[in-house]
T-cell receptor, first 110, second 113 residues
Protein backbone atom coordinates (compact mmCIF):
# COMPACT_ATOMS: atom_id res chain seq x y z
CA UNK A 1 0.00 0.00 0.00
CA UNK A 2 0.91 3.65 0.05
CA UNK A 3 3.13 4.76 2.90
CA UNK A 4 5.16 7.85 3.75
CA UNK A 5 7.82 7.67 6.45
CA UNK A 6 9.67 10.41 8.30
CA UNK A 7 11.91 10.49 11.34
CA UNK A 8 10.04 11.97 14.30
CA UNK A 9 12.53 14.50 15.71
CA UNK A 10 15.36 16.76 14.58
CA UNK A 11 17.29 19.23 16.72
CA UNK A 12 19.63 21.88 15.28
CA UNK A 13 21.33 25.06 16.43
CA UNK A 14 20.23 28.46 15.19
CA UNK A 15 22.11 29.38 12.02
CA UNK A 16 22.82 25.78 11.01
CA UNK A 17 21.13 24.02 8.10
CA UNK A 18 18.34 21.55 8.78
CA UNK A 19 17.65 18.56 6.57
CA UNK A 20 14.36 16.73 6.98
CA UNK A 21 14.05 13.43 5.15
CA UNK A 22 11.06 11.49 3.86
CA UNK A 23 10.61 8.20 2.03
CA UNK A 24 7.52 7.09 0.15
CA UNK A 25 6.40 3.89 -1.51
CA UNK A 26 4.06 4.93 -4.34
CA UNK A 27 6.18 5.25 -7.48
CA UNK A 28 3.23 6.77 -9.36
CA UNK A 29 3.11 9.86 -7.11
CA UNK A 30 2.56 13.00 -9.16
CA UNK A 31 3.38 15.74 -6.67
CA UNK A 32 5.21 15.76 -3.36
CA UNK A 33 4.66 18.44 -0.73
CA UNK A 34 6.16 19.86 2.42
CA UNK A 35 3.78 21.35 4.99
CA UNK A 36 4.64 23.18 8.22
CA UNK A 37 2.50 23.00 11.35
CA UNK A 38 3.05 25.44 14.18
CA UNK A 39 1.60 24.70 17.65
CA UNK A 40 -2.18 25.01 17.74
CA UNK A 41 -2.43 25.77 14.04
CA UNK A 42 -3.34 24.01 10.85
CA UNK A 43 -0.92 22.92 8.15
CA UNK A 44 0.68 25.57 5.97
CA UNK A 45 2.00 24.62 2.53
CA UNK A 46 5.73 25.42 2.30
CA UNK A 47 6.63 24.11 -1.11
CA UNK A 48 5.95 21.29 -3.53
CA UNK A 49 7.77 19.51 -6.33
CA UNK A 50 6.48 17.76 -9.42
CA UNK A 51 7.66 14.18 -9.77
CA UNK A 52 9.63 14.85 -12.97
CA UNK A 53 11.87 17.37 -11.19
CA UNK A 54 14.83 16.52 -8.98
CA UNK A 55 15.38 19.84 -7.25
CA UNK A 56 13.47 23.00 -6.38
CA UNK A 57 14.80 26.02 -4.53
CA UNK A 58 12.70 28.71 -2.88
CA UNK A 59 14.66 31.24 -0.82
CA UNK A 60 15.98 29.33 2.24
CA UNK A 61 14.23 26.11 1.23
CA UNK A 62 15.68 23.45 -1.07
CA UNK A 63 13.74 20.35 -1.99
CA UNK A 64 15.59 17.34 -3.40
CA UNK A 65 13.77 14.42 -4.97
CA UNK A 66 15.43 11.07 -5.72
CA UNK A 67 12.70 9.27 -7.60
CA UNK A 68 14.73 6.07 -8.00
CA UNK A 69 15.09 5.71 -4.22
CA UNK A 70 11.67 7.34 -3.50
CA UNK A 71 13.39 9.79 -1.20
CA UNK A 72 12.44 13.42 -0.63
CA UNK A 73 14.30 15.92 1.52
CA UNK A 74 13.74 19.48 2.69
CA UNK A 75 16.78 21.60 3.51
CA UNK A 76 16.29 24.81 5.47
CA UNK A 77 19.32 27.09 5.28
CA UNK A 78 20.23 29.40 8.19
CA UNK A 79 17.60 27.84 10.46
CA UNK A 80 15.92 30.28 12.84
CA UNK A 81 13.99 29.74 16.07
CA UNK A 82 10.85 30.67 14.16
CA UNK A 83 11.38 27.56 12.03
CA UNK A 84 10.63 25.35 15.05
CA UNK A 85 7.52 23.39 14.07
CA UNK A 86 6.37 20.01 12.79
CA UNK A 87 7.11 19.40 9.12
CA UNK A 88 4.95 16.99 7.13
CA UNK A 89 5.90 15.33 3.90
CA UNK A 90 2.96 14.33 1.69
CA UNK A 91 2.57 12.65 -1.67
CA UNK A 92 -0.34 13.03 -4.06
CA UNK A 93 -1.22 9.63 -5.44
CA UNK A 94 -2.78 8.82 -8.80
CA UNK A 95 -6.23 9.06 -7.25
CA UNK A 96 -5.53 12.65 -6.22
CA UNK A 97 -5.43 11.94 -2.50
CA UNK A 98 -2.71 13.28 -0.19
CA UNK A 99 -0.85 10.66 1.86
CA UNK A 100 0.94 12.24 4.83
CA UNK A 101 3.97 11.15 6.80
CA UNK A 102 3.93 11.20 10.60
CA UNK A 103 5.65 14.58 10.75
CA UNK A 104 9.15 15.59 11.90
CA UNK A 105 9.34 17.87 14.93
CA UNK A 106 12.13 20.40 14.32
CA UNK A 107 13.59 22.02 17.43
CA UNK A 108 15.91 24.99 16.89
CA UNK A 109 18.14 25.87 19.83
CA UNK A 110 19.57 29.38 20.20
CA UNK B 1 -10.10 36.91 3.53
CA UNK B 2 -10.72 34.37 6.32
CA UNK B 3 -9.66 31.23 4.40
CA UNK B 4 -10.82 28.01 6.05
CA UNK B 5 -12.67 28.48 9.34
CA UNK B 6 -13.40 25.64 11.74
CA UNK B 7 -15.65 25.73 14.78
CA UNK B 8 -15.48 24.90 17.59
CA UNK B 9 -11.76 24.97 18.43
CA UNK B 10 -12.16 22.61 21.41
CA UNK B 11 -14.88 20.26 22.55
CA UNK B 12 -15.31 17.52 25.14
CA UNK B 13 -18.01 14.94 24.49
CA UNK B 14 -19.35 12.01 26.46
CA UNK B 15 -19.44 8.56 24.88
CA UNK B 16 -22.56 8.17 22.76
CA UNK B 17 -23.18 11.89 22.25
CA UNK B 18 -23.36 13.40 18.80
CA UNK B 19 -21.99 16.61 17.40
CA UNK B 20 -21.22 18.43 14.18
CA UNK B 21 -17.85 19.98 13.40
CA UNK B 22 -18.31 23.01 11.22
CA UNK B 23 -16.07 24.03 8.33
CA UNK B 24 -16.53 26.93 5.97
CA UNK B 25 -14.30 28.46 3.32
CA UNK B 26 -14.59 31.77 1.49
CA UNK B 27 -12.17 31.08 -1.37
CA UNK B 28 -14.76 29.55 -3.71
CA UNK B 29 -12.86 26.27 -3.66
CA UNK B 30 -14.53 23.26 -5.20
CA UNK B 31 -12.69 20.58 -3.23
CA UNK B 32 -13.01 20.18 0.52
CA UNK B 33 -11.55 17.58 2.88
CA UNK B 34 -11.77 16.34 6.44
CA UNK B 35 -8.72 14.81 8.12
CA UNK B 36 -7.98 13.54 11.59
CA UNK B 37 -4.57 13.81 13.22
CA UNK B 38 -3.64 11.45 16.01
CA UNK B 39 -0.51 11.97 18.18
CA UNK B 40 2.69 11.01 16.37
CA UNK B 41 0.75 10.23 13.21
CA UNK B 42 0.21 11.98 9.94
CA UNK B 43 -3.17 13.11 8.76
CA UNK B 44 -5.71 10.52 7.71
CA UNK B 45 -8.43 11.45 5.21
CA UNK B 46 -11.96 10.88 6.54
CA UNK B 47 -14.18 12.25 3.76
CA UNK B 48 -13.81 14.60 0.84
CA UNK B 49 -15.99 16.47 -1.61
CA UNK B 50 -15.26 17.65 -5.14
CA UNK B 51 -18.24 19.99 -5.28
CA UNK B 52 -21.62 20.81 -3.82
CA UNK B 53 -23.79 17.70 -3.59
CA UNK B 54 -20.87 15.28 -4.06
CA UNK B 55 -19.06 13.50 -1.23
CA UNK B 56 -16.89 10.42 -1.04
CA UNK B 57 -15.17 8.30 1.57
CA UNK B 58 -11.52 8.66 2.43
CA UNK B 59 -9.27 6.29 4.30
CA UNK B 60 -11.04 6.28 7.72
CA UNK B 61 -14.76 7.13 7.21
CA UNK B 62 -16.33 4.80 9.78
CA UNK B 63 -18.26 6.62 12.50
CA UNK B 64 -18.56 9.86 10.51
CA UNK B 65 -20.94 11.46 8.05
CA UNK B 66 -20.66 14.54 5.86
CA UNK B 67 -22.81 16.68 3.64
CA UNK B 68 -22.03 19.39 1.09
CA UNK B 69 -25.12 21.43 0.35
CA UNK B 70 -23.18 24.58 -0.55
CA UNK B 71 -19.73 25.30 -1.99
CA UNK B 72 -18.71 27.08 1.21
CA UNK B 73 -19.70 24.59 3.92
CA UNK B 74 -18.61 21.02 4.63
CA UNK B 75 -19.78 19.88 8.09
CA UNK B 76 -18.57 16.63 9.66
CA UNK B 77 -20.99 14.74 11.90
CA UNK B 78 -20.23 12.24 14.65
CA UNK B 79 -23.40 10.34 15.45
CA UNK B 80 -22.30 8.15 18.38
CA UNK B 81 -19.06 9.46 19.81
CA UNK B 82 -16.50 6.82 20.83
CA UNK B 83 -13.15 7.23 22.66
CA UNK B 84 -11.34 6.18 19.46
CA UNK B 85 -12.59 9.40 17.86
CA UNK B 86 -10.56 11.54 20.26
CA UNK B 87 -8.33 13.43 17.86
CA UNK B 88 -7.59 16.75 16.21
CA UNK B 89 -9.76 17.30 13.15
CA UNK B 90 -8.65 19.44 10.24
CA UNK B 91 -10.72 20.72 7.38
CA UNK B 92 -9.00 21.74 4.14
CA UNK B 93 -9.99 23.07 0.76
CA UNK B 94 -8.44 23.44 -2.67
CA UNK B 95 -9.55 24.98 -5.95
CA UNK B 96 -9.28 21.68 -7.78
CA UNK B 97 -7.26 18.51 -7.33
CA UNK B 98 -4.00 18.13 -9.23
CA UNK B 99 -1.19 20.34 -7.94
CA UNK B 100 -3.50 22.88 -6.33
CA UNK B 101 -2.40 23.26 -2.71
CA UNK B 102 -4.78 22.44 0.09
CA UNK B 103 -5.51 25.26 2.55
CA UNK B 104 -6.09 24.12 6.11
CA UNK B 105 -8.15 25.42 8.99
CA UNK B 106 -6.69 25.65 12.49
CA UNK B 107 -8.29 22.42 13.67
CA UNK B 108 -10.87 21.23 16.20
CA UNK B 109 -9.52 19.40 19.25
CA UNK B 110 -12.08 16.80 20.28
CA UNK B 111 -11.95 14.63 23.40
CA UNK B 112 -14.42 11.83 24.01
CA UNK B 113 -14.63 10.71 27.65
Amino acid sequence: GEDVEQSLFLSVREGDSSVINCTYTDSSSTYLYWYKQEPGAGLQLLTYIFSNMDMKQDQRLTVLLNKKDKHLSLRIADTQTGDSAIYFCAERNQGGKLIFGQGTELSVKP
Amino acid sequence: NAGVTQTPKFRILKIGQSMTLQCTQDMNHNYMYWYRQDPGMGLKLIYYSVGAGITDKGEVPNGYNVSRSTTEDFPLRLELAAPSQTSVYFCASSYTGGNQPQHFGDGTRLSIL
